[in-house]
């Protein structure tokens, strides 16, 4: 899940933001071992729920697919509860960024869709989005989701002892802006560990050697959440799903990522080579 952030453009405006004294909390290697399994669990999550995304299928059944897995690994889904949220998995379709809530909705070919999932086991945190082109998609449906990939590729390769948060948004808005996407101002990843949404914020933008310093044992979700039109978004009558304000498509992917001396570790990374 993103975390919702209030930020006018024309606070935004007022001043270049400034390096700040480092957010959230150094992990142990014990604790980012735990982690790592929380994560594993949810890679699994997401690696069995890859195989059933097939037209005809409707979300409310991923839903009960994935928490079966989580329970059957031994988690609690991170979702669901969490400030009410009904499901343990967040499938966006389309025009939809974040935070749709599962139901009889039925995938068709052509759509795009954004799976969010969380996993706590132990009492430990992992959060982590992927999004799929369903059946057969148009391009502009399959390079918003490889651009939106690549983007956290970007952001978690920025990831390093000594760097900046800055750092991270710098690069993943660079990689969206190149293709012509936007990056959404509103909605940021996250600090994870004990709770879902921990400090430091984690923006899709930033001006790069900016913001809070990157420690070892900080770990964060970083979520690029791009959209093909404008960065504008609008939070739809059922309080949740989040929507492109111009109805342009909108990809996710997301991991939780330590922060380590040998450089980043991607906790929700996939067993599997494809994914
Ligand atoms: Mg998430
Ligand atoms: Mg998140």
Known sequence: MAKSRRRSRASRALGRPATSPPQGVARSRDEVDALAASGALLAHVHDVLAGEITPGVTTGRLDEIAEELIREGGGVPAFKGYQGFPASICPSMNDEVVHAIPGDVTLRDGDLLSLDCGVVLD?????????????????????????????????????????????????VQAEVEAAGFSVIESLVGHG??????????????????????????LVIAIEPMVNAGGPDVQLGPD?????????????????????????????????????
């Open 192 to 217: 994870v560990g004990r709770s879902m949404h921990e400090p430091p914020q984690v923006p899709n933008y930033g001006v790069a050697g900016t913001g809070a310093e990157l420690f070892e044992g």
């Open 239 to 275: 309080g949740w799903t989040i929507t492109t304000r111009d109805g342009s498509l909108s990809a996710h992917w997301e991991h939780t990522v330590a922060v380590t001396a040998a450089g980043p570790r991607v906790l929700t990374a996939s067993a599997l080579k494809s994914a």
């Open 123 to 171: 009492g430990w945190v992992s959060d982590s989005a992927r999004s799929y082109a369903v059946g057969d998609v148009g391009d502009d449906v399959r390079r918003l989701i490889e651009v939106t990939r690549a983007s956290l590729d970007c952001g978690i390769a920025a990831c390093t002892v000594g760097n900046h948060i800055g750092d991270i948004g710098a690069a």
